[in-house]
Structures are given as C-alpha cells and as structure tokens.
C-alpha cells in the first residue's frame, strides 16, 4: 500500500534525493521548500511554520505516514538555528497530529556528524528549553565575537538532542510513532560544493570530518537509510542519531561515547 510523506528541503541535496526514492517506491511524496515544490514555506518563520501545517493539513486530508524534516542551512547567522533547531521541531510537532492519523507513521530529522563538534552551550540550552529569542541572541553574539562556525553545529546538537528526548515521550512512542535523527558527513550538495571546490577549505573539512569508508558522499547514499526509518519494517528503531558518516563519527569519538 502506498504512503503519504512529506520532505521538507525537498528541492535539492539529500531532501530532493530521498523525495525522488521514496516517489520510485510507489509513495506519494509532499515535497516542501522555501521556494519550490507542492508547499511553499519559510521555515525560519513562525508564518511559514503555520503555512506548512495548514497547506499539509489541506492537502493531505489531515493525514500523513511519513515526516522528513530536511531543511537546513549552514550559515554563520542566527538563521540556521532558527531553520535547523525551531524549524524542524515546528515542523515534526505541527505534523504529529496528521501522523497520528496515518498508518504505521514514523518521522526522521536530517542532523548532522557535526553535532559532535564544539558547540555554543548557550545556543543548546537556549534551544533545548524552546527559547527562540535567547537562541538567536546567543547565536548572534556567538557571531560578534568570531565564533559564528559554532552557530551550525550548536543548532544540529540541539536537534539532536531534542530527538533523543522527545522520541521516548507519550505524544511519539507512546503513539506509536518512531522519531529518528540521520547524521550524514559531508554530502555532496549545492551547500557543500564551493567549499570542496577551494582546495584550502577542502583540506579544512576533510580534516574535521574524516571520512574513512568511501569519502565524501552523495545525497542518494543517504537517502535509502532515511526511507527505512520511515518505513513499515522499522518498529523498533526510535530516539536514534544514526551517523551516515563514513565512519566520521567513529574517528573523531572513537569509542568514548561507552
């Protein structure tokens, strides 16, 4: 039987990849972006978080199997928490109650490999307690004082923190309803792509995020794992990170996170 999902960030990158996959698979696919796609909204607004809901809830007849929160952004701005962190919370728990009426729901967030890097502990703990405004003060002054490369990587452990905590809840295992976040290294994407090309940066990633297995990866790696967390098969998978890295994770960590 076919599913009903919706991808946020789904006109390009890993969103675009794991909408084209789920769409060969007999799904029908929702596909939402800032400026493409079946809905149009801006993520890193309360309006266009409203929008999302309301234009899913329209078009979907109120409701949905599957949620990937794929948007994202990677700027040394305020604007990625506010996409990365409130957006896809806003996103996933605005979709809960159309997941709630859907059939063997489950929902996955896009994170990152750099959620293990440093981080602004003001951004994480403003992001973790829903504080918006403290996050994007935080976030600024990270800026301010040079330190805006932090903004990213507080924002996708924020994310991820949020999914361990919420997961194990009533409103998602006590429903049912699997939450997951993927980690992917670096993928290969319209983001990525000017900072791989300038040889000096590219040294730069490479070494924060070494990449063992395979290198660098394109978006169509990581879309088949996002496709089974969201589908019937996965029922007992839920509050995972699971880093879809290359083995990144495992050279920076090693083995100290047991």
Known sequence: MSRTCLVTGASSGIGHATASLLRRRGDTVIAA?????????????A???AELVARARDLTGGRLDAVVACAGVAHFDAL?????????VATLDGLRPLLAAGSDPRAVVVGSVDSVHPTDPAIVAAALAGDETAAVA???????????????????AAISRWVRRAAVTDDWAGAGV???????????????????DDPETRVLVERSVPMPLHGHARPEQI????????????????G?????????????RGDTTW
């Open 47 to 49: 309006e266009g978080r």
């Open 178 to 196: 699997p939450l997951n976040a993927v980690a992917p290294g670096v993928v290969v994407t319209p983001l990525t792509r000017p900072l791989l």
């Open 138 to 156: 935080a976030a600024r002054a990270a800026v301010d004082r040079g330190e805006g490369h932090l903004v990213y990587s507080s924002s996708k």
């Open 223 to 238: 879309a088949p794992l996002i496709a089974w967390l969201t589908s019937r098969e996965n029922t007992l998978v839920t």
């Open 240 to 252: 995972q990170v699971v880093f879809a890295d290359g083995g990144a994770d495992a050279v920076l």
């Open 33 to 45: 972006d800032l400026a493409d796609g079946d809905i149009r909204a801006d993520l890193s607004t």
């Open 80 to 88: 990625t928490v506010k996409v990365n962190h409130f957006g896809a």
